[in-house]
Each structure stands twice: as C-alpha cells, then as structure tokens.
C-alpha cells in the first residue's frame, strides 16, 4: 500500500473518529434519561439563532416546554452539553449557597492574544476573584454619589435636545436618543470624554461604541468553535474583539490616561479609580491585602466592560419603560405625581437624596427589567462533579456550562400573577419582602451578581425622572405592539425603533 493511499485512510478514519465524538457529544443527556430536544449538528439547541429565532426566544421556549420535568433540562449550547435551569431552589444554589462550586461563567477569555477580553465579566477563576476585589470599592454608594452630579449634568442636556426635537415633531424615537444619553454618560464617566453624541449622532465614540455591540470576528461557525472548545481555541491564540474595536478603545483610553496624568487631572469618575489602580492606590481587597496594579491592558479592558454593559443595558430600559408608561397612562401620571412632588420637596434641585427619595420610580425600573430582563440569562460552569440535593439522578459533571433562563423565570405565573402584565405593584415593599431574591434577576445574584448595578440604575433613574416630569408620552400609528425583538442580540432589544407621542407639559 502507497503512503498516499495510507494517509487517506487515516484522513478517513480521523474524519470518522471525529464524527464519532461529536454524535457521542450530542447523545449525552438521551443516555442519562434526562429531558431534552434533539439537538442540531453544528449548532445543538441553538439552531435558527440570529435567523429566525431571537437569544431570548431560546430560552422561553425551552423553559415553558420543559418547565416542571425536573431540576433541570438538558441543552446542548452548540456542540457542548449544558444543563438548563428549571427551579429557582436550585438556581439559588448555584448562584449562592454552593457559589464556591460555581464561580466561573465558562465564557472565553485570552487577554494575552485578545486584551479586551480581560474584562471582570468574561474573566474566572483567580483572575475574576482578583479583578472583582479590586474594582469593588469603586462602585460603593459612596462613589455613585461622587458621579452623581456628572450624570445629572448630561441628564440636563439630554431635557434640553430631547424639548428641541419634541419642538419640531410630536413623534419621537425614543431608542435612539435614549442610547445616546447613555453613550455621553457612559463615556463622560468611563473614559472622561465629552462624547456629544446627543448633539452630534455621527460623533465617533458613538458610531464605535454601537459597533461594538454588532460587530463580530468571526462567522457563525467560529462562533461555533470558540463557544464548544475555549480550551483549544484559545491555545490556538484565538480573538474574538474585531481588530477596529480593539484599536479604537486601546487607543482613547491611552490617550485619556496619558492627558490625565500629564495634566494632573482629576473628574471623580471611574476612570479616575482606574487611573489609580494603574499607580498602584486604592489597591487592598476587602481583607486589607495589597494587590497588584492594573496594567494598561486590564485597566482598558474595564473601562470596556463598564460602557458596554452600562451603555446598551440603560438605554434599552428606559425605552422599554417609556413603552410601557405609554401604554398604561395611570401608572405613568402616578409616577409623574411622584417625580413633581420629589422635585418640590428638594427645592428642584436634583441631589442623590431626590433621586432615593423616588420609591415609585424604583417599583417603575424593577419591573421594567422583570419583563424586560435585558440579560435574559445567567451562564455559570460547574467546577466540580455536582449532585443535585434529593434528585440523585440529575449530576452536573464537572466543566459542564449551565444556563439559568432569569428573562423566562420573570414571566412565569407560579412568581408573577398576570405575568404579563406590566404592574409596578410587584415590587411594593411587602411583595419585594415575601418573594425570593432568586426570582428576580435581572442583575444576576450572589457574590458575582453585576457590580455596576448601582451605576446603572442610577442614571435610569436620572434619565426618566427628567423626561416624566417635564413630558408625557402615549402611543401612536408608529408604535409597534406588542413589541419585536431584535434576532441578533444576545441581549433582549426591539427589533426597530420605539416610537411615541410626545407633548411638553
């Protein structure tokens, strides 16, 4: 037999072998006996996604048809068997009482090829609990106070375009402009730039940060790739960030960095804390031990994560909110109500003290994001071999992703009556009090629930306490109900622009 001939056949029997492991991958909870659809080749359970299904219509559709079967479901996320939460006892567990053995979210990260990908969200194991302790401190209530007049200051500029364009047209898109508050927020506090976006809509940081969001690197299949074997794609150097991103935020943050301390100055933003971090202050974790500086790298990385989480989360909140109001004229003029009496009490000087002093807007917020829960799921990998208490059958082996559905959790009847239906009254004081934490999560929950939590409902707070005290907002022929999502977003966003009536009280 010729070498050609033999390596052919050992092409052929690796092919076979390969395609052997792969079918073996994709029958894991069949042969367990554990609930499941039949998965897709390539793309497991997430067939359809980003064409005909949404993120988000995945994870409704796999909690309302196996809700009930058991703790858990089988899922398989692409070519890797995960285990899909069904009940809250054990989403509790493992986003609290057996954290220890949950740390990780099992997302990619290789901050030495791809150093955007070093943020705390992607980050685990030593790094995350590294990351974590040192950028805790900067978002006590303490500092949120700090970069409040900041945020009230672009709050105020965002009434003043916002009357203009109400000025000339009695329709608005309130998506977009909301976005653009969020972005000259967002930018202002994480990388000390006057953005200017809500006057200027073509202003770089804003064209590149919406980039951001949608741009990918790689096709679906190294999507694929990446998502079934981080292991190996990133031993084989693999990076995720598109080099224009990359090269756009290393560069504003240098720059920033650099006229900052050349210049000795100081914003009391979280670029500040950073730049502090950099230079080796504020460095000791909650125990008192000293800890390493941020590199140029890692600081970058977490001014990255802060705009990207807290300029697309926010936005989409306070439009699905206006949507909502719109829609439900009582719950908006009592809310209005409140907003003006706040306003009076405090002499119509917007201070933190005004803003906490807001309890009807916060029921408003909390759940804006129950049914509209811009995450719609927690990732989380098992760190070791996981019985789950009193269902001896159901076993999370060790490595095992595990998606915990918080957006399908949100509209079931069994935690919300009329889950459907948008009622500020769920999150009163003594619901708030009777229910579980786990059965709102917006924000995640135990010790790696988001960190920037404070900040981000902080400048909702801001950006919707301005716009219903001084306007009033009803649907129009515009308006698209019920709403549609966007199929392409991991996050939940309406497929279009929001579209509302408006008129200036």
Same mark, same amino acid.
């Given at each position: 037999m010729s070498v050609c001939s033999v390596l052919i056949y050992g092409l052929i029997g690796l092919i076979l072998y390969c395609l052997h492991l792969m079918k073996k991958r994709l029958n894991y909870w069949q042969s367990r006996g554990i609930a499941c659809e039949e998965p897709h080749f390539i793309f497991g359970n997430l067939h359809g996604i980003r064409k005909t299904r949404s993120f988000n219509d995945v994870w409704t559709h796999y909690y309302q048809k196996f809700k009930g079967t058991g703790p858990f479901a089988g899922f398989y996320w692409f070519q890797k068997p995960a285990v899909f939460v069904l009940d809250t006892t054990l989403a509790k567990n493992i986003l609290i009482k057996d954290f220890a053995k949950f740390t990780d979210r099992g997302f990619y990260s290789n901050e030495k090829d791809d150093p955007l990908t070093g943020q705390l969200f992607l980050l685990d194991g030593h790094k995350w609990r590294r990351m974590r302790n040192k950028l805790s401190p900067t978002f006590t209530s303490g500092k949120m106070k700090f970069m409040f007049p900041t945020v009230v200051k672009v709050g105020e500029e965002f009434i003043n375009v916002f009357g203009g364009?109400?000025?000339? #047209?009695?329709? =608005?898109e309130?998506?977009?402009? %909301?976005?653009?508050?969020?972005?000259?927020?967002?930018?202002?506090?994480?990388?000390? =730039?006057?953005?200017? #976006?809500?006057?200027?809509?073509?202003a770089e940081i804003y064209i590149m940060g919406k980039r951001s969001l949608t741009d990918t690197r790689h096709g679906s299949i190294g999507i694929a790739f990446v998502s079934s074997f981080p292991e190996l794609a990133q031993k084989l150097g693999m990076k995720q960030?598109?080099?224009? =991103?990359?090269?756009?935020?290393m560069r504003i943050v240098r720059e920033t960095v650099d006229h900052?301390?050349?210049?000795? =100055?100081?914003?009391?933003?979280?670029?500040?804390?950073? *730049?502090?971090?950099?230079?080796?202050k504020l460095l000791k974790s909650e125990d008192g031990e000293h800890m390493s500086n941020l590199t140029i790298e890692e600081l970058t990385a977490q001014a990255f994560v802060f705009f990207a989480a807290g300029f697309e989360t926010s936005s989409t909140t306070m439009g699905f909110a206006l949507f909502e109001l719109a829609q439900n004229q009582d719950?908006?003029?009592?809310?209005?109500?409140e907003v003006r009496n706040v306003f009076s009490k405090y002499n119509d000087q917007f201070s933190y003290e005004c803003m906490k002093d807001m309890h009807y807007l916060d029921q408003v917020i909390s759940e804006t994001l129950r049914l509209y829960t811009v995450l719609p799921v927690l990732n989380r990998k098992s760190l070791e071999d996981y019985v789950v208490p009193d269902n001896p059958k159901y076993v999370i082996k060790k490595g095992t992703p595990i998606l915990i559905p918080a957006g399908a959790i949100h509209r079931d009847e069994k935690y919300y009556p009329n889950p459907n239906q948008f009622n500020p009254d769920n999150f009163s004081?003594?619901?708030?009090?009777?229910?579980?934490?786990?059965?709102?999560?917006?924000?995640?929950?135990?010790?790696?629930?988001?960190?920037?939590?404070r900040f981000g409902q902080m400048q909702s707070r801001i950006? %919707?306490?301005? %716009? %219903?005290?001084?306007?009033?907002? #009803?649907?129009?022929?515009?308006?698209? *109900?019920p709403m549609k999502y966007d199929k392409k977003s991991f996050l939940i966003s309406s497929e279009g622009g929001i579209y509302l009536k408006v008129e200036k009280i």
């Open positions: 364009m109400v000025n000339k #047209s009695a329709v =608005i309130v998506k977009e402009l %909301l976005a653009r508050f969020t972005m000259d927020v967002i930018g202002t506090c994480a990388f000390g =730039i006057d953005c200017c #976006s809500l006057r200027d809509p073509k960030t598109p080099t224009h =991103i990359e090269e756009f935020f900052r301390e050349r210049n000795n =100055i100081r914003r009391n933003d979280f670029m500040d804390m950073l *730049i502090d971090m950099k230079n080796n719950i908006q003029e009592k809310l209005r109500t004081p003594d619901k708030v009090k009777e229910r579980d934490t786990v059965e709102w999560l917006p924000f995640g929950d135990g010790p790696r629930n988001c960190i920037g939590m950006g %919707l306490a301005y %716009l %219903l005290r001084d306007f009033r907002f #009803s649907v129009c022929k515009e308006t698209i *109900i």
